[in-house]
Nanobody, 126 residues
Framework: QVQLVESGGGSVQAGGSLRLSCAAS????????MGWFRQAPGKEREGVAI???????NYADSVKGRFTISRGDAKITLYLQMNSLKVEDSAMYYC????????????????????WGRGTQVTVSS
C-alpha cells in the first residue's frame, strides 16, 4: 500500500513562508503525476499545484507567482514552497500521486488521484 506522508505545515503570519514536504513510502518508481490539494473548513477541495515526471507543472491561479512545486532528487519526495502567504491560504494541504492519466490542468481541476496523504495543516494569521 502506497503511503504519502506530509510535513511542514504550521502557523505563520500573513506574508510569511512555509515549505511543505511529502514523502512516499514502499514505492521505488516516481509517479508520473504528483501534486498538492487543499481544503478549508466549509469550502470545496481545491487543486493547488501538480507536477509531471519531468518537471512540467500547473498551478491554481490563486497561488501563481507565490507557490512553487518541485520534486526531490534522490527519493520519491514532493515539495511545495509557499511564499507571501495570505489568510485565505489557510487549509489542510494534501499530497497526491498517481501512475495513470495525464498531468495537465484538467487533472489539477478534477482532482482525480488514486493516492492521498492524510494532510498537514497550514494556518495563516493576519
Amino acid at each position: 500500500q502506497v503511503q504519502l506522508v506530509e510535513s511542514g505545515g504550521g502557523s505563520v503570519q500573513a506574508g510569511g513562508s512555509l515549505r511543505l514536504s511529502c514523502a512516499a513510502s514502499i514505492i521505488t518508481v516516481n509517479p508520473p503525476c504528483m501534486g498538492w490539494f487543499r481544503q478549508a473548513p466549509g469550502k470545496e477541495r481545491e487543486g493547488v499545484a501538480i507536477i509531471g515526471r519531468y518537471g512540467d507543472s500547473n498551478y491554481a491561479d490563486s497561488v501563481k507567482g507565490r507557490f512553487t512545486i518541485s520534486r526531490g532528487d534522490a527519493k520519491i519526495t514532493l515539495y511545495l514552497q509557499m511564499n507571501s502567504l495570505k489568510v485565505e491560504d489557510s487549509a489542510m494541504y494534501y499530497c497526491v500521486a498517481d501512475w495513470t492519466g495525464s498531468c495537465g490542468n484538467a487533472r489539477l481541476e478534477g482532482g482525480d488521484f488514486e493516492y492521498w496523504g492524510r494532510g498537514t495543516q497550514v494556518t495563516v494569521s493576519s
